[in-house]
C-alpha cells in the first residue's frame, strides 16, 4: 500500500509502531524508499547521507549572448540615453506579461520608490505592508518618509491577509504593498476591494513573482503598479535590474521622468527649467541585454519548477508536522522563488526548527527558515525616533503603532517557515524524492534527535 493511500493518523501509527511489514507491505515505496535500512541512522548523528550529489548552480549563462554584448561594450554605447537595449527589454517585457507598459530600472528597490512617489506617497502618510518580505519593501516607505503600517500574514498562504486590512486604515492610509512573497500570488481581489472601498493606490511588490498568476492573469498588472527585481538569485536575474509594469499612460510616463532625473516623458508637458524632480534609477544597456537573452529561458523553468513543486506537494504533505503552502483564494499559478512549507515541532517529537534544518542539511539538502519577524526589526525603531518621524507623526501615533504591532499570524510563520531554494526545484523528480526522503528520515529518526 502507498504512504499516500493511509491516512495522516494510520500513516503515523505505521510508521511509529513499525508494523508496516507485516500489516500493509512497506509502505514508502511511493517514496522511492524500499527497505527500512535506508531510514536509519541521520547523517548529523554519523549515518549515511540521503544526498551526496550537487544541486543545479544558479545563475545559468547564456554563451549565445555573448557576441552581442561585447559588441555594445567596445561601441562605448553602455547608457540607455544612447542605445536600444533597455528599450526593447521593456517591450518585450511587458508583452510577456501582459501590461500595457514597463520602465526597466536599476534594481527593485528603484522600481519601488519610483512607484510610491508617482502615486504620490509623501511624508507623514501612512501605507499598509504585507510583513512577511525582505527588508526592501517597507525600507523604502521609511525612503519616503511615510510609515509602514504591517497587516498581519496568513500563516497557510505566507501572504497577506486581506480580511485584515481594513482594521489598519486610518485618515493617513494612502497605499497598500501586497508582496507576492517566494511567487505566490497574493489574493488580489481581497487587496484591490480593500483598496477601492477607501480610495487606496496598490503597489504590487513582484520581486519574487514573474510570470505567476491571478485568475490567469500576470501578478505585477493587477494593482496600480507592480515592481519586479532582476537581482541575480532571482528568476530572470541580471546582476542587479528592476522594473515597473503598469497599465496607465500618464502614470507610466511619469515613472520613466522621475527615474530619469526628472526629464519629462510622452506626453507629459515639456515646460521651462527643470520642473519635474527625479533620481537617477536607470538600467544599463548591459543589464538589459542579459535579461534579454535570460528571458528565453524563463517560461521553461517555470514549468519545471512548477512541475516539481506539485510533486513535491503531494508527497511532503503525507508526512506528519510538514504542511506545504496553500494557495491564496484565486492563486492560478505560483512560480517559487522558494518553496515553503512549515515545520510543526510537536509531530517530530518537539524537537526545534533549528534542529529540523541542521538535520536535513546534513542529509544534503540545503533549506533555511525563510523571514524572521521584520515587523520588530531594529531599522524601525531608528527610523520612529529619529527627528524627521517625531515631526511627521504625534507621539500619540507612534505610541499606537507600537502598540498595534502584534501580528500573531506572521509570528507563527516565521517561527515554523522552511524554504527550499528556486534552483532546486530545476532538477529532476528523482531530486524531489531526495528532498522528500530526507525529511521522512528524519521524521521517523525524530526521536534520536531530542
Ligand atoms: C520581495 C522583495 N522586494 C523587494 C526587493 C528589492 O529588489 P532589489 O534587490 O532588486 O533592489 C527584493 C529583492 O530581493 C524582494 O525579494
Known sequence: ??????????????????LAGAMLGFPFRSFGINSRRQLKKLALNGGEKVRSA????WPYWDQTAEPGILDMFRSGRWWRGSGEYVAEFEKKYAELMGARRCLATASGTTALMTALHVLGVDAGDEVLVSPYTFIATYNVIFESKALP???DSDPETFLIDPKKIEAKITERTVAVVPVHIYGLPADMDGVNNAAKAHGLKVI?????????EYRGKRVGSLGDLGCFSFQNSKHLASGEGGAILGNDEDIMDRCNAYHNCGRPYGRMKRLQGNPYNGMNFRMQQSQALILISQMKRIEKDNDIRLSNALYLDKKLKE??????YRLAEGATRAVYHMYPFRFISEEFGNISRDKFIKALNAEGIPCNSGYGRQNMDGLIEEQLNSKGFKRLFPESRLKRWRDENQLPGNDKLCDQAVTFYQSMLLGSKSDMDDIANAILKIYENRNSLV
Open 204 to 212: 504590487e511588490d513582484a520581486c519574487q513573482a514573474w510570470l505567476a
Open 54 to 57: 550537487s544541486w543545479p548552480q
Open 149 to 151: 503600517v504591517f497587516v
Open 319 to 324: 508526512i506528519p508536522g510538514i504542511v506545504p
Open 1 to 18: 500500500m502507498r504512504l499516500s493511500k493511509l491516512t495522516r493518523r494510520q500513516a503515523i501509527t505505521v510508521s511509529s509502531a513499525g
